[in-house]
């Protein structure tokens, strides 16, 4: 088979690839290592879903299809399945985490792309300011917003970035939570706004408003009324005609001829039967795990160690978030049934928190499944079984609120991903081998954002509150990002500020790999936003 | 799992989430829940919780000279947080304090989990907490 270009994975980044990619006229595939799975088959499923996980997964990665090998501080080794903590997977599915996400649409602060300039580069750290600032990506987050489809406060959005055009939607009708959350900052002097989601506030995009169920992050929606891939990009790069989505499509390799140009992909079927597609350009958008997988899989003779790599670049600085939180015991009821859930934010400890490096978004959280409840959300001095358990999740489970936010990770080059020597998946490719830390910087900031978690909630009227601080450890995850950044400077960088790889005319990364830093707030429309760009100029030099 | 094991395993479920206004453990269908899981994801853990419910009937004898579902609520529940606490009185294959947290959790899975999963009976617990459901 030979096409235009071919695009490794089909979530937030791969999504817009194909689009952009198939309506200017280019003949693409796309290879999508999960199933293509209806509302039905992802389920409800309070023990097997991407928010609470007990057992295998029902929305990919498949139990069967492989581990990943965790390393610890000591240096011991453990093999993690798809399931199970350590593993820092994504959905892996058509549409990717898109198709099940919270969908929150937050851009990046502009001081999020200069954050080695803005505070310095902690001792031990790789904190880089990125190629690109923010008003590169501004016109592309415009896009995304509009494209793929945000609901959002222009106005209150306005203070804190500048903002071309308003949100095509306005935000969903404010619940208990925020109510609570306004009276609370209001006392406090914070200023808050609407959390931006990639949620159907009204109709829009032809299909439905949102039905305010309670089972959205984690799970499919009912009224396909969440934006991602599945549902936008990817139907219009497949309305052109001129795109194929392949599901259960591994990509082993990225193959290259001797003068380092890359000819195609080598991709494995369920069955395990190889591939190979031809293609004038490849696009990795498969996560920043995987998509650093697949370029240390695939060596040649310039490039013993993956594309890319000769400068040991791939696979460092992996990093996600650092959650910080606080829960509070409110004296009134705070849950009110209706989903989302995450509603009022607050960007003031984003960044300039004195003497801290960076910081971050504070929002309440999803309707909160039950047993998740009980597992995370209870106050640490109460029995976790027996009779007054039982009456605490009966009396509390409508008053307890939880606030809290994705804290900037400080990268760390030892915080890394790399192929494991011995462990294999089941269609015989190295897995990834994951190390490292944060860098230890990174729990400061995490401990400051946890007490104002907390502080937000007794001003909102919580009779007790109590911190979760962020522990010591990986944090990839939902927000893998970091293992193939962006920069000028081949030695420190993998892409350059277009997304192609360095040394490489044909090689593209659109997944959140490129990320120098990950922002204070969550990354999907940043991936979005730079997906467009790095396609769109593509397209343009064509 | 002998008649005997499957008893004080009623009895711990119980223990765990005890009757009031409001269905306990059991009478929420977690027995059912647990036993669709012997079949399929705890179908590796069938020994495991066979030889800890062995070792608390034992622990039942040995400190009241009776089965530990013939003992009184209180009773129970002061056994499970001795173990929970490390204090045994007989020896144990493993931890003890392993084997009350295991199943405290798929206790809480079959109770507060969804009913297609098997527990949490006509969504027992998600009515008494306020968790609702619509499309």
Same mark, same amino acid.
């Given at each position: 088979m030979r096409v235009d270009a071919v695009v490794i994975g089909s979530g937030a980044g791969g999504g817009v690839a194909a689009a952009v990619l198939a309506e200017a006229g280019k003949r693409v595939l796309v290879l999508e290592r999960g199933r293509d799975l209806t509302f039905a088959e992802i389920g409800r499923d309070h023990l097997r879903n991407h928010r609470l996980t007990r057992y295998p997964h029902r929305s990919g990665p498949d139990y069967e299809d492989g581990p990943r090998v965790a390393v610890d501080a000591t240096g011991g080794e453990h093999l993690v399945r798809p399931h199970e903590p350590g593993f820092h997977g994504n959905a892996t599915l058509v549409g990717g985490g898109t198709r099940l996400y919270g969908a929150q649409a937050w851009r990046f602060l502009p001081a999020d792309f200069t954050m080695a300039s803005t505070y310095g580069v902690p001792a031990g750290s790789s904190l880089a300011d990125w190629p690109i600032g923010y008003d590169d990506l501004e016109p592309f987050y415009e896009r995304a917003e509009w494209e793929i489809g945000v609901c959002g406060d222009h106005a209150a959005g306005s203070r804190h970035w500048r903002r071309a055009k308003p949100y095509p939607m306005s935000p969903l009708p404010e619940g208990l939570q925020a109510a609570a959350l306004r009276r609370g900052a209001t006392a406090l002097g914070w200023d808050v706004l609407p959390v931006p989601l990639l949620i159907n506030?009204?109709?829009?995009?032809?299909? %439905?408003?949102?039905?305010?169920?309670?089972?959205?992050?984690?799970? &499919?929606?009912?009224? @396909?009324?969440?934006?991602?891939?599945?549902?936008?990009?990817?139907?219009?790069?497949?309305?052109?005609?001129?795109?194929?989505?392949?599901?259960?499509?591994?990509?082993?390799?990225?193959?290259? +001829?001797?003068? *380092?140009?890359?000819?195609?992909?080598?991709?494995? +079927?369920?069955?395990?039967?190889?591939?190979?597609?031809?293609?004038?350009?490849?696009?990795?958008? &498969?996560?920043?795990?995987?998509?650093?997988?697949?370029?240390?899989?695939?060596?040649?003779?310039?490039?013993?160690?993956?594309?890319?790599?000769?400068?040991?670049?791939?696979?460092?600085?992996?990093?996600?978030?650092?959650?910080?939180?606080?829960?509070?015991?409110?004296?009134?009821?705070?849950?009110?049934?209706?989903?989302?859930?995450?509603?009022?934010?607050?960007? +003031?400890?984003?960044?300039?928190? @004195?003497?801290?490096?960076?910081?971050?978004?504070?929002? @309440?959280?999803?309707?909160?499944?039950?047993?998740?409840?009980?597992?995370?959300?209870?106050?640490?001095?109460?029995?976790?079984?027996?009779?007054?358990?039982?009456?605490?999740?009966? +009396?509390?489970?409508?008053?307890?609120?939880?606030?809290? *936010?994705?804290?900037?990770?400080?990268? @760390?080059?030892?915080?890394?991903?790399?192929?494991?020597?011995?462990?294999?998946?089941?269609?015989?490719?190295?897995?990834?081998?994951?190390?490292?830390?944060?860098?230890?910087?990174?729990?400061?900031?995490?401990?400051?954002?946890?007490?104002? %978690?907390?502080?937000?909630?007794?001003?909102?009227? %919580?009779?007790? &509150?109590?911190?979760?601080?962020?522990?010591?450890?990986?944090?990839?995850?939902?927000?893998?990002?970091?293992?193939?950044?962006? *920069?000028?400077?081949?030695?420190?960088?993998?892409?350059?500020?277009? *997304?192609?790889?360095?040394?490489?005319?044909?090689?593209y990364v659109a997944d959140a790999s490129v990320h120098v830093t990950n922002g204070g707030v969550n990354p999907v429309l940043t991936i979005m936003a730079l997906a467009f760009r790095t396609v769109e100029r593509l397209c343009a030099e064509w | 799992m002998t008649p005997g094991q499957a008893a004080t395993l009623g009895a711990v479920v119980d223990t765990i989430v005890p009757t009031d206004d409001h269905p306990s453990g059991t009478e929420a269908g977690v027995l059912d829940y647990l036993a669709g899981q012997f079949g399929r994801d705890l179908a590796g853990l069938r020994a495991f919780y066979e030889a800890g419910l062995d070792a608390v009937e034992a622990e039942a004898r040995e400190r009241h000279g009776t089965g530990f579902p013939e003992l009184p609520p209180g009773r129970r529940e002061e056994l499970l947080r001795a173990l929970e606490a490390g204090d045994t009185r007989v020896p144990w294959p493993f931890d003890a304090a392993a084997f009350v947290e295991t199943v405290v959790g798929h206790v809480m899975e079959g109770f507060y989990g969804d009913p297609g999963n098997g527990g949490n009976r006509d969504a027992a617990s998600w009515r008494m907490i306020g968790f609702e459901v619509r499309d």
């Open positions: 506030s009204v109709p829009y995009g032809g299909r %439905a408003a949102c039905t305010r169920c309670q089972h959205c992050v984690g799970f &499919a929606c009912p009224a @396909d009324a969440k934006n991602g891939s599945h549902n936008t990009v990817l139907s219009r790069a497949l309305a052109t005609g001129r795109a194929r989505l392949l599901p259960e499509a591994v990509a082993e390799r990225v193959e290259c +001829d001797p003068s *380092g140009r890359v000819t195609g992909v080598r991709w494995v +079927d369920r069955s395990g039967a190889r591939h190979v597609v031809e293609a004038e350009v490849v696009i990795c958008a &498969a996560g920043a795990i995987e998509t650093a997988r697949l370029l240390q899989n695939s060596p040649t003779r310039r490039e013993p160690h993956g594309l890319g790599n000769n400068h040991d670049q791939v696979g460092r600085h992996l990093q996600g978030h650092a959650y910080a939180w606080a829960l509070g015991e409110m004296d009134e009821p705070v849950h009110d049934g209706l989903g989302p859930g995450v509603s009022l934010a607050t960007l +003031d400890f984003v960044h300039h928190n @004195d003497g801290l490096v960076g910081g971050a978004m504070l929002a @309440d959280e999803f309707t909160v499944l039950p047993l998740a409840f009980w597992a995370r959300n209870l106050p640490p001095d109460l029995p976790r079984w027996g009779a007054r358990n039982k009456q605490y999740m009966r +009396d509390n489970y409508r008053r307890v609120m939880r606030v809290g *936010g994705p804290v900037q990770e400080i990268p @760390d080059p030892e915080a890394r991903t790399r192929p494991d020597p011995r462990v294999r998946d089941r269609w015989g490719i190295p897995v990834a081998r994951l190390s490292g830390t944060t860098h230890p910087e990174t729990l400061r900031t995490g401990d400051f954002i946890a007490e104002r %978690a907390r502080e937000w909630l007794l001003a909102s009227g %919580a009779r007790r &509150a109590w911190a979760a601080r962020a522990p010591l450890g990986l944090h990839a995850g939902q927000h893998q990002s970091g293992t193939c950044r962006m *920069g000028d400077d081949e030695r420190t960088s993998v892409v350059d500020r277009w *997304g192609r790889v360095h040394g490489h005319d044909n090689l | -």
